[in-house]
């Protein structure tokens, strides 16, 4: 997941809660082993590697979490794909550098593309993929998925009042602590890290955000010319679960705001915040976009 798990537990025994926050750890790592394409044995590389009709067999995480990704591929009418590697390799090079590729380079890498091109069966918890050459990436909703497995952990330990960290991208309000309103959460400009550009206080759900400063790595695979998004510096999605939250922080890279509006008022529990190109804002320029009852108090 090329991040930093952190957690943050209230709890009177500190020895305990230590336990239980290296039980949480080692989840993660389990499931790193298990979601990671860039570990040779893990599910994910298995399912990259295979043949058209070649069945594979999934460990439950991974079979769940490619599940959780199609159901968000459909809500977001293909604006979140995690079988969007071909077009990355076509837009980037090795170095994650914007190239320029042909529109044949791009035609056939979104033939590549999308989720209609492999099957999920859930009585046998395997895959089929039905052509050669889709690469799935679970980067996009990995990081959403472990820290509800942590949050799991950590119920099942009785440390419920914790807030886990997903990297600085995506955080999991497990429950608040007694006597505090939420948990304290600062949104950062992208473009200038040291502005903060919102202060609140998370009292449930989870929030999710991505952006641009690590490069040109967020693809719109909707359209063949699809390449690098260029409408916001940064996106930040709240809905009730990280899964959720960490999918949609992605599509609302490339949502129009009609449709990050639509999709707010549909979705109960679901808010957003985007932050355009140029970095020179503050939280009443109109530029600074919000949607969603939830910043209504913010």
Same mark, same amino acid.
């Given at each position: &997941?090329?991040?930093?798990?952190?957690?943050?537990?209230?709890?009177? =025994?500190?020895?305990?809660?230590?336990?239980?926050?290296?039980?949480?750890?080692?989840?993660? !790592?389990?499931?790193?082993?298990?979601?990671?394409? *860039?570990?040779?044995?893990?599910?994910?590389?298995?399912?990259?590697?295979?043949?058209?009709?070649?069945? #594979?067999?999934?460990?439950? =995480?991974?079979? +769940?979490?490619? &599940?959780?990704?199609?159901?968000? *591929?459909?809500?977001?009418?293909?604006?979140? =794909?995690?079988?969007?590697?071909?077009?990355?390799?076509?837009?980037?090079?090795?170095?994650?550098?914007?190239?320029?590729?042909?529109?044949?380079?791009?035609?056939? @890498?979104?033939?590549?593309?999308? $989720?209609?091109?492999?099957? $999920? !069966?859930?009585?046998?918890?395997?895959?089929?993929?039905? #052509?050669?050459?889709?690469?799935? !990436?679970?980067?996009?909703?990995?990081?959403?998925?472990?820290?509800?497995?942590?949050?799991?952990?950590?119920? +099942?330990?009785?440390?419920?009042?914790?807030?886990?960290?997903?990297?600085?991208?995506?955080?999991?309000?497990?429950? #608040?602590?007694?006597?505090?309103?939420?948990?304290?959460?600062?949104?950062?400009? %992208? /473009?200038?890290?040291?502005?903060?550009?919102?202060? *609140? /206080?998370?009292? +449930?759900?989870?929030?999710?955000?991505?952006?641009?400063?690590?490069?040109?790595?967020?693809?719109?695979?909707?359209?063949?010319?699809?390449? %690098?998004?260029?409408?916001?510096?940064?996106?930040?999605?709240?809905?009730?679960? @990280?899964?959720?939250?960490?999918?949609?922080?992605?599509?609302?890279?490339?949502?129009?705001?009609?449709?990050?509006? !639509?999709?707010?008022?549909?979705?109960?529990?679901? @808010?957003?915040?985007?932050?355009?190109?140029?970095?020179? $804002?503050? %939280?009443?320029?109109?530029?600074?976009?919000?949607?969603?009852?939830?910043? +209504?108090?913010?």
């Amino acid at each position: &997941m090329a991040t930093v798990y952190e957690l943050y537990i209230s709890n009177e =025994d500190e020895d305990y809660a230590r336990q239980g926050a290296q039980a949480a750890f080692a989840e993660v !790592d389990r499931l790193e082993s298990e979601m990671s394409r *860039f570990i040779s044995n893990s599910d994910i590389s298995r399912l990259n590697a295979a043949l058209p009709g070649q069945v #594979v067999d999934l460990g439950i =995480d991974t079979f +769940e979490c490619l &599940m959780r990704a199609k159901e968000m *591929f459909e809500k977001t009418r293909g604006a979140f =794909d995690i079988s969007i590697g071909a077009l990355y390799d076509c837009w980037l090079d090795e170095n994650r550098s914007l190239r320029e590729p042909s529109l044949d380079e791009v035609r056939k @890498a979104s033939e590549l593309t999308g $989720l209609e091109l492999f099957k $999920l !069966d859930d009585d046998d918890f395997c895959a089929e993929v039905l #052509v050669e050459g889709v690469k799935f !990436d679970l980067g996009g909703i990995g990081k959403g998925y472990a820290a509800e497995k942590v949050a799991e952990i950590l119920k +099942e330990w009785s440390l419920e009042q914790s807030l886990v960290l997903a990297g600085a991208s995506s955080v999991l309000c497990v429950s #608040v602590p007694d006597g505090m309103n939420g948990w304290p959460v600062r949104l950062r400009n %992208p /473009d200038q890290p040291s502005d903060i550009l919102i202060r *609140f /206080d998370l009292k +449930e759900g989870a929030i999710s955000g991505s952006g641009r400063k690590k490069g040109q790595h967020i693809i719109d695979p909707r359209t063949i010319e699809a390449g %690098p998004v260029e409408y916001s510096s940064g996106a930040w999605a709240l809905a009730q679960d @990280a899964i959720t939250a960490d999918a949609l922080s992605t599509a609302f890279m490339m949502f129009t705001d009609e449709e990050i509006s !639509d999709y707010c008022l549909a979705n109960s529990g679901t @808010a957003a915040i985007i932050a355009p190109l140029d970095g020179r $804002l503050n %939280p009443a320029d109109p530029a600074f976009k919000k949607f969603g009852q939830f910043w +209504e108090s913010c």
